[in-house]
């Protein structure tokens, strides 16, 4: 058996066209979005649902303002697709797009309301 080193891990290099091979279809399965749990729903939907208000700010949203306006309607993930690969009503929230883009792709830390 042929062993490499990376770093301090030895790599078994017999094994190591497998592991390669695993993470490509792991990232092919990602990028096709083979395990993403989604529903549908609507901007207007979500907003009813949420009162009109940002779940960032708590202030209302103004469904009428339309991109790239700092404060019109988005749509806001609370915990991210890349982290729960989760599209459902019960991970989204109403949010200006100005909150939203602050907020970045870091949860809020906020437990997850089961609502729908």
């Known amino acids: 058996m042929q062993v490499r080193s990376r770093g301090t891990i030895p790599l078994c290099l017999e094994h190591q066209a497998e592991r390669k091979l695993e993470r490509y279809r792991r990232k092919n399965r990602q990028r ?51 982290e729960s690969r989760d599209d459902t009503r019960a991970n989204v929230q109403l949010a200006h797009l100005s909150c939203n883009v602050a907020k970045g792709v ?7 309301a089961l609502i729908g």
């Open 106 to 112: 870091r949860p809020m830390g906020e437990q997850l």
């Open 32 to 82: 096709r979005g083979d395990d993403i749990v989604s529903e549908s729903y609507t901007l207007a939907q979500i907003a009813a649902r949420d009162g009109f208000r940002c779940g960032l700010c708590g202030l209302l949203v103004n469904m009428r303002l339309r991109r790239p306006n700092p404060l019109s309607p988005s749509i806001d993930h609370m915990v991210p697709i890349s």
